[in-house]
């Protein structure tokens, strides 16, 4: 894929494809972001002075937006991350989630459809628009069993519920328009510049601050947890080798209970940041999610099996990375905790930077 457009570039995943296309390929991107409170465009400061990069504040909501960016640029392929979220907000505000998810993501579709159909030859052939999604659609498990390409979807919450929605858009687009698409959908990331709402970098920034670990209900809710270097390297190999029609199952066999992993990040501060030892002192139990989901846990044996595909991180060495990244990084926490970055982006591309 000569030239890739990424929506969400500037969120947690997006970001990481991005720093990899510019980084390890001779690819170009252009990066399709609204820059909700989520995005961070610090997060690219690496690779943005790139001529291979290209930065669009765009929502995707915005049909005539998103057809001028597809005219302007000519892509050759689609890489959909953008969405909100975050499960605890789709909670407190579902109205964004059903905005963004599926409405935004109907919207690129027909951008896209318009301007694949405007395509001739070679350059028609060889579109394909990657869907980038969630294990979340497939519900919650007990304590055996995994969630296949074949489970049926069962979203608990109103942020799985909206993904599920977008899923079954693309594959009608597919099944009616014979729209070239490929989906993916992948368990819990972690990993470097993963904003500090969600369990594995909060818990690090509390500990480091001496604050309270909040652990919802008992802490024996099961997440299967991938190193997002691991998630972005099989994105990109969906995206060149992946099957059109096809979904992927993406995950790391890395099933953890959340005390689980909250302990881990204290082992691993105690040892790295021994002025608060022992971490594990700060956790503390908080009421329960609502609908909480018990379990979740991938098989990812067909990535495996057809397009060879494996993690290069174990739970063990990705964690050990992300809280060393997180004891470097203070300017980008500093930046994304006071909201500062925002005022970046105002510099840099002026207005509307946030919201
Ligand atoms: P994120 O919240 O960190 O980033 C989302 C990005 O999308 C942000 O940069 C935000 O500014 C942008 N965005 C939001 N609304 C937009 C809009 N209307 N128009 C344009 N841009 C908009 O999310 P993430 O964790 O990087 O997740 C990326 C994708 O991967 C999502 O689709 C998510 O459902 C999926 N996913 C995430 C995980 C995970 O563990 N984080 C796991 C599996 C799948
Ligand atoms: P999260 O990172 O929000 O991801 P998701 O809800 O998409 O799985 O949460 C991971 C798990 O950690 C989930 O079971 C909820 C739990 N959790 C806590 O116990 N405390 C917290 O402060 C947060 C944010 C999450």
Not at 195 to 212: D, R, S, T, Y
Not at 311 to 339: C, I
Request: charged share 20%; proline share 4%.
């Amino acid at each position: 894929m000569n030239k890739t457009l990424v929506t969400g570039g500037a969120g947690f995943i997006g970001s990481a494809v991005i720093r990899q296309f510019i980084n390890d390929t001779a690819c170009s991107v252009v990066n399709v972001d609204k820059l909700t409170y989520a995005g961070n465009l610090q997060s690219l400061a690496s690779v943005s002075d790139n001529p291979r990069y290209r930065f669009e504040q765009v929502d995707i909501c915005d049909a005539a937006e998103v057809a001028r960016v597809f005219r302007e640029h000519q892509p050759d392929a689609v890489m959909h991350l953008a969405a909100e979220s975050h499960v605890d907000r789709s909670i407190s505000g579902p109205a964004d989630f059903i905005q963004t998810n599926i409405i935004g993501t109907y919207t690129l579709l027909e951008a896209a459809r318009g301007y694949w159909n405007s395509l001739d030859g070679e350059r028609k052939a060889g579109f394909r628009f990657h869907h980038i999604s969630t294990d979340e659609v497939y519900g919650s498990l007990g304590d055996t069993g995994f969630f296949t390409e074949e489970t049926a979807y069962e979203p608990n919450s109103p942020y799985s519920a909206s993904k599920a929605s977008s899923d079954h858009l693309v594959r009608a687009w597919h099944h009616t328009y014979g729209f070239p698409v490929v989906t993916t959908n992948c368990s819990n990331n972690y990993g470097p510049y993963h904003f500090p709402e969600k369990l594995i970098p909060l818990v690090i920034l509390n500990a480091v601050n001496g604050k309270p670990l909040p652990i919802y209900g008992k802490g024996d809710n099961i997440r299967d947890w991938l190193y997002v270097d691991d998630h972005a390297r099989a994105l990109r190999l969906v995206l060149e080798r992946g099957k059109l029609g096809e979904t992927y199952n993406i995950g790391g066999w890395n099933e953890k209970t959340n005390l689980e992993v909250v302990l881990a990040i204290c082992a691993a501060l105690d040892e790295l940041r021994p002025q608060g030892a022992p971490h594990n002192k700060l956790i503390t139990y908080v009421a329960d999610r609502p609908g909480h989901d018990k379990r979740y846990a991938i098989d990812a044996t067909k990535l495996a099996r057809d397009l060879g595909w494996k993690p290069q991180e174990t739970f063990e060495t990705g964690l050990r990375k992300t809280v060393e990244w997180y004891l470097q990084n203070t300017d980008w926490v500093k930046g994304v905790t006071s909201g500062e970055y925002q005022h970046w982006v105002e510099k840099q591309y002026g207005g509307n930077s946030a919201e």
